[in-house]
């Protein structure tokens, strides 16, 4: 079945080291996006990307920094973790047909805890 | 530009009540609202959705309805169970293709044998 995967599922790592978060996507959609889920806060848009050569903001960009490999690759870094980005970290995929927006498809999450 | 509030934050009704969390929207140009249902340590999973050019829209036991006039939208499950227990998002698009959709904070339901 066409999916949107993320790896590592579980991550503990140390404050100060770059870690890379990686999703891959099977759905052939052109729109990638990576969001971070805090308890009680909901989701929250990090990065995200229309096409390869597209990257935009999103409202948490400060700290992350993301790569589009390809249509199907979309990776976040955390380019000096801290203890507060511990979270978990939604990639997600969508189209853009002639309706208009469809939904998103997300991955499995990624437990990231930062010590 | 978009802000999307839910009510309420948590949900508790009894097995076969019926359940209502409602969603406002502040962009009159927003026109597809999807709903998310997120079960404990899982991924959020796409339940149903709306465009703004209907009503109301039901599958099975799940309809939502849309006010456009009032900007706000509704989900409402019957007959509710065990498993419908889970945090449930609502999500606005703005209507524009280069923009993202917007999350309301959630809301947790709980099914009370």
């Known amino acids: 079945d066409a999916d949107v995967t993320q790896t590592p599922r579980n991550r503990i790592t140390k404050t100060g080291k770059r870690i890379m978060l990686e999703c891959s996507q099977t759905?052939?959609?052109?729109?990638m996006y990576w969001y971070r889920q805090d308890p009680g806060l909901g989701l929250r848009l990090i990065y995200y990307?229309?096409?390869?050569?597209?990257?935009n903001k999103g409202e948490i960009s400060d700290g992350y920094s993301v790569s589009r490999q390809a249509q199907a690759k979309f990776s976040l870094s955390l380019e000096s973790a801290i203890p507060n980005q511990t979270a978990l970290y939604f990639c997600a995929t969508s189209d853009s047909g002639p309706g208009g927006a469809n939904g998103y498809t997300f991955g499995s999450g990624t437990r990231l805890t930062v010590v | 530009g978009e802000n999307v509030e839910q009510h309420p934050s948590t949900l508790s009704v009894q097995e076969g009540d019926s359940a209502v969390i409602k969603c406002t929207y502040s962009?009159?140009?927003?026109?597809?609202f999807p709903w998310y249902k997120q079960e404990l340590g899982k991924r959020p999973q796409l339940i149903i959705d709306i465009r703004s050019n209907v009503g109301e829209k039901k599958d099975q036991r799940i309809a939502v309805t849309l006010n456009k006039t009032a900007k706000h939208f509704s989900l409402h499950i019957t007959e509710t169970q065990p498993e419908d227990s889970a945090v449930y998002f609502c999500?606005?698009?703005?209507?524009?293709?280069?923009?993202?959709?917007?999350f309301g904070p959630g809301t947790r339901l709980s099914v009370l044998p």
């Open positions: 759905k052939g959609h052109d729109r």
């Open positions: 999500a606005a698009f703005p209507g524009v293709l280069g923009q993202n959709f917007v």
């Open positions: 962009d009159s140009a927003s026109n597809y």
């Open positions: 990307s229309f096409d390869v050569k597209d990257i």
